[in-house]
Structure formats: C-alpha cells, structure tokens
T-cell receptor, first 108, second 113 residues
C-alpha cells in the first residue's frame, strides 16, 4: 500500500525565514508526486507535479524537488500569505495517497 | 483544466438523515473521486466514480453508507446516508488523469448534530 509521511506537522516561521518541508513516500511505480496548498475551509489547490528523481519545479517563493524516496518543498523568504497547510500526495496507479500535511504559519 | 463546482458548501444535519452532495465539472472527465477529510487529518479516498459503471469503494467505505451516482461525464453525486456525528467531515470531489494533477472542488463541510 502506498504511504506518505510529511514532516514537520507544523512550522512557524518569521517573515523572510526560509525553510523546507519534507515528504517521504513509498509507492509501487510512481506515476507522479504532487504538492498542494490548502487554506482553511477550502479544497486543495494544485501547486506542482514531479515525475522523476532529480526533477525540480518552482513557483514564486516555492520550489519542489524529488528523489527516489522523498520530496522537499522549499519556501524561500516566506510572506504571511504563504501561511497554509501544504499537502503531499503520490499516485501509484490511478488514485492519490495523501500525507497528513504540514501547517505553515508565517508571522510578519 | 476543468473547473469543479461543488455544493452545498456546508450543511448542518440531524443524525439519522441523509445528505446528497453534488459535483459539476465544466468539461468531460473520465474518472471522478470522492474524498473525506476529517478534522485535523488529511484526505482519505472514499470511492472512484466512472461514468456508466458502479463506483469502486476503498476499504472501510460501503455503498449502502455512501451511494454514488455518475450519470454522465460532467456530474457526480455522493450521498452520506443515515448520518451520525462521526460523519462530520469535509467531503471533496476531484478529477484526475493518470499521472496528471488532480483538481478539487471547494468541499462540503458537513456537521451532524
């Protein structure tokens, strides 16, 4: 069974303080690894898809990287509007398996 | 990418009643998914809904409790039947292709009293 573990559970940052979120996974035949952002009371918002080890994707202050066993979401110089829960998911066959998420709080 | 509209956005229901959640996609999609997100937890897949066939349920979820319809390639419903307080969750519909990103509705926040 596919498994996804995210760490830390919660992360409190000062504005401008860069950090990284970790997503460790086990899956039989990775078709894709996905990062989502979820704001309170809303559905997950798609951020990135990574398909193979060594791949990197960037969007504004976020950068996602992938190895054979884990993925990192790097937040560079975060702003308060980056506060959200970040979810990682893997797709082995057709369905997504989600981690529990990392809740990021950025203080001004 | 297809846009998903989900309704209702929230509801408060009495125990023992049923609630049907609707999900409308603005283009035709092959597979749709229904998830549950319990308070403070991540998303758990309830079932996969393909047009013209019975939904496929994940372990721990049964058709009698969560009947699903998929009458065409743009619409699906999930019913939460005979509700109890333990069913209080956010329910989300989604669509995805193999190896491509999944897109989610805004979710239905259900509270059972």
């Amino acid at each position: 069974e596919d498994q996804v573990t995210q760490s830390p559970e919660a992360l409190r940052l000062q504005e401008g303080e860069s950090s990284s979120l970790n997503c460790s996974y086990t899956v039989s035949g990775l078709r894709g690894l996905f990062w989502y952002r979820q704001d309170p009371g809303k559905g997950p918002e798609f951020l990135f898809t990574l398909y193979s080890a060594g791949e990197e994707k960037e969007k504004e202050r976020l950068k996602a990287t992938l190895t054979k066993k884990e993925s990192f979401l790097h937040i560079t110089a975060p702003k308060p509007e980056d506060s959200a829960t970040y979810l990682c998911a893997v797709q082995g066959d057709y369905k997504l398996s989600f981690g529990a998420g990392t809740t990021v709080t950025v203080r001004a | 990418s297809a846009v998903i509209s989900q309704k209702p956005s929230r509801d408060i229901c009495q125990r023992g009643t049923s609630l049907t959640i609707q999900c409308q996609v603005d283009s035709q999609v092959t597979m749709m998914f229904w998830y549950r997100q319990q308070p403070g937890q991540s998303l758990t897949l309830i079932a996969t809904a393909n047009q013209g066939s019975e939904a496929t349920y994940e372990s721990g979820f049964v058709i009698d409790k969560f009947p699903i319809s998929r009458p065409n390639l743009t619409f699906s419903t999930l019913t939460v039947s005979n509700m109890s307080p333990e069913d209080s969750s956010i329910y989300l519909c989604s669509w995805a292709g193999r190896g491509t990103e999944a897109f989610f509705g805004q979710g239905t926040r259900l509270t059972v009293v």
